[in-house]
């Protein structure tokens, strides 16, 4: 797919598998009881289909390696002196596993089957079960639930009036339960399931009205890109992005459980995508989408964050503001900050450490105002009632001014230095706010110098190795014009020739603005990306540093502020019964390989290294 890739609706999906063409495997296993780590398998059962045609069978009774429990014997009908000459499950493995081969597995109630089977598997050296799972009890509640009393399999086989009724004996129950598989697959078919992976996507799903319109889906590749949903007029309601379109685009026709993604796809009549190169083109797509089309269904475009800045007013006793614009002096104000209550959190910050004043009126010359309390309590010099002079408030106010001219220390030292000691009083709560506020500026300064860097480069060619592949990015101004991917064994070189054949895809005339709002947004993921570990500078032009003044406070900072929320964020999923997951960092010894042993030299050093603290 080349770079600039058109929008595609596909009505045919040519990697999809027709449910008439499918094998499926149907499964059925008795056991000694329903604990797959302390009971065993004491009968297989499997029955392969395509077409409605049975293919073949494969029974057998496993000796479990230890009494069958009498009431096990009761339900069953299986004795030990039946399972005395049996196979232990280590010697039919193999033949089941031939048997299954790449089929669809298909069970009733398939966790507790395909359970033991991975318990199994797992007990002598194998794989767990990779197949698609399709379970008839899951898509029988779904189809049929309100004409049967219960889902059961017997009761399901004398709905659908299966040649073969089950009796708790393995094959038996999987001969039934191909009867049921077919009598839902016809079912399934009228609400448009007509591949395995609209039967896998129905049995997941919560709305089946939603399901029915799962075929505007069909044809969307499993690679990353950008799509919208579009009425019938051809208005746009939403766009997105995703690493796999496929998987991403289908998750809304039934799985996606927010009432207004439900209330979107009643109006959906098309949807329609671009196919990317790379996972971070596609994110910068959806940016310059949703800024130009504004979608109603998309919250970022309903209710855009607007840019600040942080300023000082031009008046002989300055205070802090924020503005929508930094003024005819930009270097004395600091932004673009992502929104107005960030940048009252900064504000905030300041006034905990800096007796800058917080009125909001213009002090006259004979600075005649009445003082306010804050005078009273030692937080301002009180310059509206002459107390404080012009020279001695510019020098009391001077970090917060160096905090806004891009030098934060002074005010980054003095708010830990007042966190310590409300940590030391045992002011602990005291302290978390003033943690956040610290963290909130340091973040803010790391951000736009990290941002602004970006922007001033003419241009910039960074790429970033994974353990498979080799995603190369083309900056200019801080504005992606093109991207490719590459196999990782290429090495360097290879990712420069590849990126070097890439046309520029995303076209930028003219400098951009970097004030604008969906500049900042696409500053800040190219920034992420290019300072993620496993980045190498392929080219740049121009110097590409940051001021080094509180460079290393500020980072340090923003570093802690990130370990902090990441921490928070995992005890929210602990507290909640959530998975807590990890990103594994790919190693050096991956990067060599990778690199295909190229030395990389001055021209392709790691990004932080080329960066300037």
Same mark, same amino acid.
């Given at each position: 797919?080349?770079?600039?890739?058109?929008?595609?609706?596909?009505?045919?999906?040519?990697?999809?598998?027709?449910?008439?063409?499918?094998?499926?495997?149907?499964?059925?296993?008795?056991?000694?009881?329903?604990?797959?780590?302390?009971?065993?398998?004491?009968?297989?059962?499997?029955?392969?289909?395509?077409?409605?045609?049975?293919?073949?069978?494969?029974?057998?009774?496993?000796?479990?390696?230890?009494?069958?429990?009498?009431?096990?014997?009761?339900?069953?009908?299986?004795?030990?002196?039946?399972?005395?000459?049996?196979?232990?499950?280590?010697?039919?493995?193999? +033949?089941?596993?031939?048997?299954?081969?790449?089929?669809?597995?298909?069970?009733?109630?398939? %966790?507790?089957?395909?359970?033991?089977?991975?318990a199994e598997l797992t007990r002598h050296g194998y794989p767990r079960v990779s197949?698609?799972?399709?379970?008839?009890?899951?898509?029988?509640?779904?189809?049929?639930?309100?004409?049967? %009393?219960?889902?059961?399999?017997?009761?399901?086989?004398?709905?659908?009036?299966?040649?073969?009724?089950?009796?708790?004996?393995?094959?038996?129950?999987?001969?039934?339960?191909? =009867?049921?598989?077919?009598?839902?697959?016809?079912?399934?078919?009228?609400?448009?399931?007509?591949?395995?992976?609209?039967?896998?996507?129905?049995?997941?799903?919560?709305?089946?009205?939603?399901?029915?319109?799962?075929?505007?889906?069909?044809?969307?590749?499993?690679?990353?890109?950008?799509?919208?949903?579009?009425?019938?007029?051809?208005?746009?309601?939403?766009?997105?992005?995703?690493?796999?379109?496929?998987?991403?685009?289908?998750?809304?026709?039934?799985?996606?459980?927010?009432?207004?993604?439900?209330?979107?796809?009643?109006?959906?009549?098309?949807?329609?995508? +671009?196919?990317?190169?790379?996972?971070?083109?596609?994110?910068?797509?959806?940016?310059?989408?949703?800024?130009?089309?504004?979608?109603?269904?998309?919250?970022?475009?309903?209710?855009?964050?607007?840019?600040?800045?942080?300023?000082?007013?031009?008046?002989?006793?300055?205070?802090?503001?924020?503005?929508?614009?930094?003024?005819?002096?930009?270097?004395?104000?600091?932004?673009?900050?992502?929104?107005?209550?960030?940048?009252?959190?900064?504000?905030?910050?300041?006034?905990?450490?800096?007796?800058?004043?917080?009125?909001?009126?213009?002090?006259?010359?004979?600075?005649?105002?009445?003082?306010?309390?804050?005078?009273?309590?030692?937080?301002?010099?009180?310059?509206?009632?002459?107390?404080?002079?012009?020279?001695?408030?510019?020098?009391?106010?001077?970090?917060?001014?160096?905090?806004?001219?891009?030098?934060?220390?002074?005010?980054?030292?003095?708010?830990?230095?007042?966190?310590?000691?409300?940590?030391?009083?045992?002011?602990?709560?005291?302290?978390?706010?003033?943690?956040? %506020?610290?963290?909130?500026?340091?973040?803010?300064?790391?951000?736009?110098?990290?941002?602004?860097?970006?922007?001033?480069?003419?241009?910039?060619?960074?790429?970033?190795?994974?353990?498979?592949?080799?995603?190369?990015?083309?900056?200019?101004?801080?504005?992606?014009?093109?991207?490719?991917?590459?196999?990782?064994?290429?090495?360097?070189?290879?990712?420069?020739?590849?990126?070097?054949?890439?046309? =520029?895809?995303?076209?930028?005339?003219?400098?951009?603005?970097? %004030?604008?709002?969906?500049?900042?947004?696409?500053?800040?993921?190219?920034?992420?990306?290019?300072?993620?570990?496993?980045?190498?500078?392929?080219?740049?032009?121009?110097?590409?540093?940051?001021?080094?003044?509180?460079?290393?406070?500020?980072?340090?900072?923003?570093?802690?502020?990130?370990?902090?929320?990441?921490?928070?964020?995992?005890?929210?999923?602990?507290?909640?019964?959530?998975?807590?997951?990890?990103?594994?960092?790919?190693?050096?010894?991956?990067?060599?390989?990778?690199s295909g042993g190229d030395t990389l030299g001055p021209g392709s050093r790691p990004?932080?290294?080329?960066?300037?603290?």
């Amino acid at each position: 797919m080349p770079a600039a890739a058109t929008d595609l609706q596909l009505r045919l999906d040519h990697d999809a598998r027709s449910l008439i063409d499918t094998t499926f495997v149907v499964l059925d296993l008795e056991t000694t009881g329903l604990r797959p780590d302390t009971d065993r398998i004491t009968e297989v059962g499997a029955v392969k289909v395509r077409g409605g045609e049975v293919l073949g069978e494969l029974q057998s009774l496993v000796h479990p390696g230890g009494p069958v429990p009498a009431a096990i014997t009761a339900v069953t009908g299986i004795t030990d002196a039946m399972l005395g000459g049996a196979p232990p499950i280590a010697s039919l493995l193999p +033949t089941l596993l031939e048997f299954l081969g790449d089929a669809v597995l298909v069970a009733h109630n398939a %966790r507790f089957d395909v359970g033991f089977l991975d318990a199994e598997l797992t007990r002598h050296g194998y794989p767990r079960v990779s197949n698609d799972v399709v379970d008839t009890a899951k898509l029988a509640r779904r189809l049929v639930r309100d004409e049967v %009393r219960d889902v059961r399999l017997a009761t399901l086989a004398r709905f659908f009036r299966a040649r073969t009724q089950p009796n708790h004996r393995a094959l038996s129950d999987a001969r039934a339960t191909v =009867d049921v598989l077919h009598g839902l697959l016809e079912r399934a078919g009228t609400i448009g399931a007509t591949t395995v992976e609209d039967l896998l996507d129905y049995q997941r799903s919560s709305s089946t009205h939603a399901f029915r319109k799962v075929s505007l889906a069909r044809g969307a590749p499993d690679a990353p890109g950008v799509y919208r949903f579009h009425d019938r007029e051809g208005r746009v309601l939403y766009v997105g992005k995703a690493t796999s379109l496929r998987t991403r685009v289908r998750r809304y026709f039934g799985q996606d459980e927010r009432r207004r993604m439900d209330a979107m796809v009643r109006e959906t009549a098309e949807v329609t995508w +671009t196919v990317t190169p790379t996972p971070i083109e596609a994110a910068v797509r959806e940016l310059r989408e949703l800024a130009l089309r504004r979608p109603r269904y998309n919250r970022a475009s309903t209710r855009p964050p607007a840019s600040v800045w942080l300023r000082w007013t031009d008046e002989p006793f300055p205070r802090l503001s924020i503005a929508r614009s930094p003024g005819p002096e930009a270097t004395s104000a600091l932004g673009p900050l992502p929104g107005r209550r960030s940048a009252a959190t900064l504000v905030e910050a300041v006034e905990e450490v800096v007796a800058v004043r917080r009125c909001t009126f213009r002090i006259r010359a004979a600075q005649d105002h009445p003082a306010c309390i804050l005078k009273e309590l030692g937080r301002c010099g009180a310059p509206c009632d002459g107390t404080q002079d012009a020279e001695t408030y510019a020098r009391d106010v001077r970090a917060a001014q160096a905090l806004v001219a891009g030098e934060p220390t002074l005010v980054l030292v003095a708010l830990e230095s007042r966190m310590n000691e409300l940590a030391a009083e045992h002011r602990f709560e005291d302290a978390a706010r003033l943690r956040h %506020r610290l963290h909130a500026v340091g973040t803010a300064v790391d951000s736009v110098r990290r941002t602004a860097a970006l922007a001033a480069l003419p241009r910039l060619e960074v790429a970033h190795v994974g353990a498979e592949h080799v995603d190369a990015i083309r900056v200019e101004h801080g504005r992606l014009v093109a991207s490719a991917r590459v196999r990782a064994r290429h090495g360097v070189g290879g990712v420069r020739a590849a990126l070097a054949a890439v046309p =520029d895809a995303l076209p930028v005339e003219g400098r951009p603005d970097a %004030r604008a709002d969906h500049t900042r947004g696409e500053l800040s993921l190219l920034a992420t990306f290019v300072e993620q570990p496993r980045t190498v500078l392929l080219s740049v032009d121009g110097a590409w540093h940051q001021p080094v003044a509180g460079g290393a406070s500020a980072a340090s900072i923003a570093l802690q502020a990130r370990v902090v929320a990441r921490a928070t964020r995992q005890d929210a999923q602990v507290l909640r019964g959530a998975k807590v997951t990890r990103r594994a960092q790919t190693s050096s010894n991956q990067l060599d390989q990778a690199s295909g042993g190229d030395t990389l030299g001055p021209g392709s050093r790691p990004v932080q290294e080329a960066r300037t603290r």
